[in-house]
């Protein structure tokens, strides 16, 4: 199920939640992201749906260690 599925105040507690409980060093979360791509997720796309987040809220951190996302790879590079 999307975030957006939930009406909007929920979906703001939702995301603001979940993306209080991501790791906030950026290498941390590029394992912890990686992982959950390799493990749950065919997508960037759809992990970020999921979890409620926006792609450039992940994109932008990891992007400042010098890691992009890779859809050949369904991983950060």
């Given at each position: ?23 906030n060093d950026p ?8 992982t959950l791509l ?40």
């Amino acid at each position: 199920m999307s975030c957006t599925a939930f009406p909007g105040a929920l979906r703001l507690h939702m995301e603001k939640e979940i993306f209080m409980n991501l790791p906030n060093d950026p290498v941390i979360l590029l394992s912890y992201i990686n992982t959950l791509l390799r493990d749950e997720y065919p997508s960037f796309t759809e992990l970020c749906k999921s979890l409620c987040i926006p792609e450039e809220e992940i994109s932008s951190k990891l992007s400042g260690i010098g890691y992009v996302y890779d859809p050949n790879t369904n991983s950060f590079r």
